[in-house]
């Protein structure tokens, strides 16, 4: 099979196409032969080792100290059974999530079949592998850590992502006031998606005061989003620094019932079934910025991580 494989830490450069042995199934996984992966910012970041600040050393720890351990990065993607599984026949359509197995990035790989469901018809395989990343994390942030519910006020900040491009529509379906905080460029795409409000980041900080700001971008930490956040409100730092990480853990409540919200989010088969439910009641549709052949991974690679990409970026075999 083919596959992206990464042999050291570095630059988009680094992501070479190699012939490698199929993986076989063995007891326990089931075999896809893959149609599409998506190449999320998380993709990116391990292949740089560029964490956000003080968490460097973590990624490190947990995907190889000098390179990774695992070559083939990769955890979302679309493909097609191998064998019969999960009372689904050979070939049936599925997609799914690798977790930090990852290896998604390659034409075979082999995966426990709880972390995979049947693609519902009319979501195409590049569609399908751009579904749950940017909706679990959205999913996970502002149903279960906000509770966000109608009339509530939401500023999201880096908002045409893959994250933001879902967490637009997933508080729209809950009712919520949107500011969209993006480049004017993304203005369109943004209120398409369901913004109320839409403010460029480059004209400085949004005026007024929100329920719950969530920051995709990582650029409003407490000490600037305190003075955004009505009393009551909630911070939700998608995007944060070990700083950010250990603060929220240790204070989660601040002055006048303000919070700040832990950064971990669910990915399991629960969390899938739940950004599946969301699409299939109109909720929640992947947004596609940008596709390329395998062979060109190095160009998703380097888009994925420039901070300006509008929706998801996704390699087909």
């Known amino acids: ?3 992206a494989v990464i ?8 992501v070479r196409i190699e012939t490698l042995p199929a993986p076989v199934p063995r007891k326990g996984l089931v075999g896809i032969t893959v149609k599409a992966a998506a190449v999320t910012r998380g993709d990116a970041r391990i292949r740089a080792a560029d964490a956000p600040p003080g968490l460097s050393a973590g990624l490190r720890l947990a995907f ?9 990065l990769g955890m979302f993607f679309s493909g097609r059974l191998t064998e019969a599984a999960l009372s689904l026949p050979q070939d049936a359509r599925v997609f799914g999530n690798t977790g930090m197995a990852m290896a998604a990035h390659a034409e075979a790989l082999i995966i426990k079949p709880e972390r995979i469901l049947p693609i519902p018809d009319g979501l195409g395989d590049t569609e399908a592998a751009a579904l749950f990343f940017g909706g679990l994390t959205a999913a996970d942030f502002l149903i279960d850590k906000a509770g966000i519910g109608p009339g509530a ?7 045409t992502g893959e994250v933001g ?8 379906f809950c009712g919520a006031k949107i500011t969209a905080v993006c480049r004017a460029q993304n203005h369109d795409l943004a ?13 400085g900080a949004p005026k007024g005061q929100w329920d719950v700001i969530m920051d995709i971008a990582g650029t409003l930490p407490w000490r600037q989003a305190e003075a955004l956040l009505a009393p009551g409100g909630m911070l939700l730092p998608v995007t944060a620094s070990l700083g ?11 002055r006048d019932g303000r919070r700040v919200s832990g950064t971990s989010s669910a990915d ?18 992947p947004v596609i910025g940008a596709t390329f052949a395998l062979e060109h991974i190095e160009k998703a690679h380097a888009l994925a991580e420039n901070g300006h990409k509008r929706g998801s970026v996704v390699v087909v075999m």
């Open 1 to 3: 099979m083919r596959a």
């Open 7 to 14: 042999r050291a830490y570095g630059g988009p450069d680094v």
């Open 64 to 72: 190889g100290l000098r390179r990774p351990r695992q070559p083939v």
């Open 153 to 159: 006020r939401l500023l999201i900040n880096g908002a």
């Open 165 to 172: 491009c879902a967490a637009i529509q997933i508080a729209r």
């Open 191 to 203: 209120r398409d998606l369901g913004a109320h409000h839409l403010h460029d980041y480059r004209d």
């Open 244 to 254: 950010t990480m250990i603060g929220a853990m240790l204070r989660p409540k601040r």
């Open 268 to 285: 399991g088969s629960d969390a899938m079934r739940r950004v599946l439910d969301l699409h299939s009641r109109g909720a929640l549709r």
